[in-house]
């Protein structure tokens, strides 16, 4: 695999009328193995006779020429193909094969065209051969654990966002426990809502599950997008933020038969609910009390709440409702009974109790109408800030006080994310990128020049953020910007903004992993959308880019590949699985392209990208790996990871260990994992399948019983009868026909086997 790719010469195409040198309309490679590639070229002769041939040469020696002192051309001293004399361009397409390649090395190379008007050098491209043939082997010396029960009651492991729109799944951020969702329940749940519920933890021996759901009706939820009852865990899983369902069980007018409270929890009779639940306990607790019901006017079966953000351990939650729940907030009726949709307030939920919001600075009375800023950001690791939005401002809440973020630019700024304490946060306004610290209250614009398309994130301290323009990919860190990929934007879209998008930045801001369908390294991708990487090479070299889901032997991509964004749960996206290790170092992926020998079925597959040095990587700058076995008749689908990448839960049709009867199950694919399986018994048939008979009643066996021994061996001697010619005769003819029959029976029987 190769970094980003050096200046190539080439020609850019003159109107379809004009002569002149040759045009290479493209080049790429196809049936790379560990010895020999084919080299294809497209050339547009451009009405001359035209001459061509390729240069290859190892990136090493590449890399060697360029550090020559004086430098090189990269390509001095290289191989050609054909040998001898350049060949005649006949037709468009041009293929040469080259051979006695050393495997597992990386080439790059080229296509020279002449004719009389000029030569044109193709663009650079690379490749890498191929291994030899081996058995399929995990990486990282991992081992697939199947984690969801053998026993699911008939039913299956879903997929994320396929119940009723739903559907929590989660990691635990150290690894060795997740959580998920199925439409059937199983497990000894005490309820059995739209979505069952399950945390899976790992034992010694095998992993165990727990169905969490909780005795809530089914009726007490809709289908989309409220389907789901659990709506996010905290990072370690030890807390479950439930929603209690709606305030009336079914659609029925007038609410004559009010959802049920779970009880022993606190919950106000007759209201809509969330709460929390305590993993270690079991035991869940209201978010809201009869006393935060005390200041609104609002009837029960108008009540409506719903959950707006949380710290990433639910130590504090943000509630979001048009009624008064604090004794300062603003409460606007909307007819007797009932409070205004539009002028919601929003409160936090802690150990300290329930507290507004949305205040503006110097008010001590709530203002409706607010929103947080973001599901995913806005609220700090501590709880302690949350940045919101009401009336076109943005504001940061912290302790009793409450800050104007961009007053300083005439409000109406968009907030992108913050770092994890919330000191720093980043916001847009008119195409450009600003930086608010709160401890000074300073706005800094970073991107003076304006044009600004979208955030992709930025690192836990807020000391860089990386944000892409109408030119590049680029990424500013104190003071600096540095261009990260030109014309990276094809796929922009789907990467930003940062609480929803597929981009990922490590805590330390190093590395930045995101989709795009421009061509951004010397690995072919056709123009599917692909996941590339940058950051720091093997070794802390200078930081590069990869493309992390291209075919690592070169060949064109056949497929595009993705990552998660914030996955769709209910009504809100609160979780984004960890499709990037906090070290940078590993990268997680789907894609239907067959990557790897091993992978056969055209549907989609896990797979790992990690960096050289990480696990078992030896190869520069990364390996490519797959997760899923690459044989499933159903697609896989990466579900999330543990931070250091140890664990990668995947879902998968395919029995991947024995004890495993089918369906769709969650599998580890776990650094050093793997459990012994029990010896299969072995299969009986028909009569074989009964008891053994009981011991006779006689203890003497018979073989000791004494007897008279064997008779003495007897001999027989052969009688010859005279017989007459005539009874001879007919004897022979009678043996004959013997022979005959078993004759054709032998033929008959050789012709039946």
Request: net charge negative; charged share 20%; hydrophobic share 35%.
């Amino acid at each position: 695999m190769i970094l980003a790719a050096s200046v190539a010469v080439l020609v850019g195409a003159p109107p379809a009328s004009a002569v002149g040198p040759p045009l290479v309309l493209d080049t790429w490679v196809t049936e790379v193995t560990p010895t020999s590639a084919r080299l294809r070229a497209e050339i547009d002769p451009n009405d001359f006779a035209t001459t061509y041939r390729f240069e290859y040469i190892s990136e090493a020696a590449f890399q060697a020429n360029l550090d020559a002192t004086p430098p090189r051309d990269g390509f001095f001293g290289a191989a050609k193909a054909p040998s001898g004399k350049e060949k005649a361009v006949v037709g468009s397409t041009v293929v040469e094969i080259v051979s006695g390649l050393a495997q597992v090395t990386t080439y790059r190379y080229r296509v020279v065209a002449t004719n009389s008007a000029g030569t044109t050098i193709g663009q650079e491209k690379a490749f890498t051969t191929e291994p030899f043939a081996t058995a399929f082997r995990l990486p990282d010396n991992r081992g697939w654990e199947m984690v969801s029960p053998v026993d699911k009651n008939g039913g299956a492991v879903a997929a994320p966002g396929s119940i009723f729109g739903g559907g929590a799944f989660q990691a635990a951020a150290a690894g060795g426990a997740v959580t998920y969702s199925s439409s059937s329940s199983f497990g000894g749940a005490k309820g059995a809502p739209p979505a069952s519920q399950y945390i899976s933890r790992r034992t010694a021996n095998g992993w165990v599950t727990e169905n969490v759901s909780a005795p809530l009706e089914s009726a007490a939820y809709g289908d989309e997008p409220d389907g789901a009852p659990y709506r996010l865990f905290s990072s370690s899983l030890s807390r479950g933020l439930l929603f209690g369902g709606l305030p009336c069980r079914g659609d029925i007018e007038g609410c004559p038969a009010p959802n049920p409270v779970l009880p022993g929890t606190g919950a106000p009779p007759g209201y809509m609910a969330y709460y929390l639940r305590e993993s270690a306990s079991g035991v869940f607790t209201s978010l809201l009390s009869a006393a935060d019901l005390a200041h609104t006017a609002v009837e029960p079966e108008h009540f409506e709440v719903s959950f707006a953000a949380a710290s990433p351990n639910l130590s504090h939650v943000v509630l979001s409702s048009c009624a008064a729940l604090t004794a300062n907030a603003t409460e606007v009726a909307d007819g007797p009974g009932k409070c205004d949709p539009d002028a919601q307030n929003l409160y936090v939920r802690s150990s300290a109790g329930l507290s507004l919001v949305n205040l503006l600075p110097g008010e001590v009375t709530g203002a409706p109408g607010a929103e947080v800023a973001a599901v995913v950001g806005a609220v700090s690791a501590d709880g302690a800030r949350v940045y919101w939005t009401q009336g076109g401002g943005l504001y940061l809440r912290q302790g009793a006080e409450t800050l104007a973020v961009d007053d300083s630019v005439g409000s109406g700024g968009t907030f992108e994310t913050a770092s994890s304490d919330g000191g720093i946060s980043f916001f847009s306004k008119g195409g450009h990128l600003y930086r608010f610290a709160a401890a000074t209250e300073a706005v800094t614009d970073l991107t003076p020049g304006g044009g600004v398309a979208g955030v992709l994130g930025a690192s836990a301290s807020g000391d860089s953020v990386y944000y892409q323009d109408a030119s590049a990919l680029k990424r500013w860190r104190v003071g600096a910007t540095t261009t990260i990929a030109p014309g990276a934007d094809a796929a922009a879209p789907a990467n930003f903004p940062p609480a929803t998008g597929t981009a990922r930045v490590s805590p330390d801001g190093e590395h930045l992993a995101f989709l795009s369908a421009a061509e951004l390294t010397l690995l072919d991708n056709a123009g599917q959308v692909q996941v590339y990487l940058y950051g720091p090479s093997a070794g802390g070299g200078a930081p590069g880019l990869v493309c992390a889901s291209c075919k690592p032997n070169g060949e064109r991509s056949l497929a595009p590949s993705s990552m998660p964004g914030a996955l769709v749960n209910g009504s809100t996206r609160a979780y984004r699985p960890r499709a990037l290790s906090a070290a940078g170092t590993r990268l997680f992926f789907e894609t239907s392209d067959e990557l790897v020998i091993g992978d056969t079925n055209s549907h989609l597959d896990v797979y790992q990208w990690e960096a050289s040095g990480t696990g078992d990587c030896q190869l520069s700058p990364g390996c490519i790996s797959l997760i899923s076995n690459g044989r499933s008749t159903e697609d896989s689908l990466f579900i999330d990871a543990s931070e250091s990448g140890a664990d990668i839960f995947f879902t998968t049709n395919e029995s991947l260990i024995e004890p495993d009867p089918g369906s769709v199950d969650l599998y580890d694919a776990r650094v050093n994992g793997g459990f012994p399986q029990p010896n299969r018994p072995i299969p009986c048939v028909g009569d074989s399948c009964q008891a053994l008979p009981s011991p006779p009643d006689d203890p003497t066996p018979a073989t000791l019983i004494e007897t008279s021994g064997n008779p003495p061996p007897r001999f027989v001697k052969e009688r010859r009868k005279r017989r007459s010619r005539k009874g001879r005769g007919k004897r022979k003819g009678h043996q004959k026909g013997a022979r005959d029959k078993g004759s054709r029976n032998k033929s008959r029987g050789a012709r039946g086997r």
